[in-house]
T-cell receptor, first 114, second 113 residues
Framework: ETGVTQTPRHLVMGMTNKKSLKCEQHLGHNAMYWYKQSAKKPLELMFVYNFKEQTENNSVPSRFSPECPNSSHLFLHLHTLQPEDSALYLC?????????????FGPGTRLTVL | GENVEQHPSTLSVQEGDSAVIKCTYSDSASNYFPWYKQELGKRPQLIIDIRSNVGEKKDQRIAVTLNKTAKHFSLHITETQPEDSAVYFCAALLSGSARQLTFGSGTQLTVLP
C-alpha cells in the first residue's frame, strides 16, 4: 500500500519542540486532508486542500500549521503542542472533482506529546 | 454543516452471525455515503459505498441500505468471520461542499470465534 505515505510513523516531542509531519500521495489526486484520530473524537477533520488551496480549517488551534506546496505533498507543522494533542494523525487524498470522493488514507503518524 | 451519528459504539457477535451498524445524517443534501473499515494498527479503507439514488447495494457478505426519507443508512455484514473484527466508520458527503466527508464516531466490531 504505497498510494499515500506518511513520515515519520512515530514521533515523540516535548511541548517546546517544533516538528513537521509529511504526507505524500502518488495517486494523481488533487485534494488532500489532515485528520486527527484519538480515543475521544475518532476521525476529526482538521484541514482540507483542493488544488493546493486550503478550503477548510475546522477551528484547529494555531499551533498546527498546514502547508501544501503542490498537489502531491502536504505538511503539518507542529509547535508548542499540548499533551492532549497526542493522537494518530492521518493524511488522506482524493480526486476532489469526482462525486464519490473515495478518500485514500496514509498509515498515520502516532504523535506523543510529553 | 453535516452531522453524522453512528450506533452502536461497540458490537460483539458470534462467528457466523450477522452484524448491523446504523448511521443517521442531518443534511438532506448529502448524496454519498461510504463505509470505512479500520483494522487494529492500520489505516481506514473503503469497503462499500452508496449513492443517494440507490436504496441498497451489496458486495458479497456486506451490504448497505439507505433510507433518504428517514436520513439513515446501515451496514450489514452476514456470516461474520474473525477477520471482520475492526472499527467501522460511516460517512456522509454533503452535495456541493468542498468534497469533505463527515464521519461517524465509529463502531468497534468484535467477532467471537
Amino acid at each position: 500500500e504505497t498510494g499515500v505515505t506518511q513520515t515519520p510513523r512515530h514521533l515523540v516531542m516535548g511541548m517546546t519542540n517544533k516538528k513537521s509531519l509529511k504526507c505524500e500521495q502518488h495517486l494523481g489526486h488533487n485534494a488532500m486532508y489532515w485528520y486527527k484520530q484519538s480515543a475521544k473524537k475518532p476521525l476529526e477533520l482538521m484541514f482540507v486542500y483542493n488544488f493546493k488551496e486550503q478550503t477548510e480549517n475546522n477551528s484547529v488551534p494555531s499551533r498546527f500549521s498546514p502547508e501544501c506546496p503542490n498537489s502531491s505533498h502536504l505538511f503539518l507543522h507542529l509547535h508548542t503542542l499540548q499533551p492532549e494533542d497526542s493522537a494518530l494523525y492521518l493524511c488522506a487524498s482524493s480526486q476532489g472533482d469526482r462525486e464519490n470522493n473515495e478518500q485514500f488514507f496514509g498509515p498515520g503518524t502516532r504523535l506523543t506529546v510529553l | 454543516g453535516e452531522n453524522v451519528e453512528q450506533h452502536p459504539s461497540t458490537l460483539s457477535v458470534q462467528e457466523g452471525d450477522s452484524a448491523v451498524i446504523k448511521c443517521t445524517y442531518s443534511d438532506s443534501a448529502s448524496n454519498y455515503f461510504p463505509w470505512y473499515k479500520q483494522e487494529l494498527g492500520k489505516r481506514p479503507q473503503l469497503i462499500i459505498d452508496i449513492r443517494s439514488n440507490v436504496g441498497e447495494k451489496k458486495d458479497q457478505r456486506i451490504a448497505v441500505t439507505l433510507n433518504k426519507t428517514a436520513k439513515h443508512f446501515s451496514l450489514h455484514i452476514t456470516e461474520t468471520q474473525p477477520e471482520d473484527s475492526a472499527v467501522y466508520f460511516c460517512a456522509a458527503l454533503l452535495s456541493g461542499s468542498a468534497r469533505q466527508l463527515t464521519f461517524g464516531s465509529g463502531t468497534q466490531l468484535t467477532v467471537l470465534p
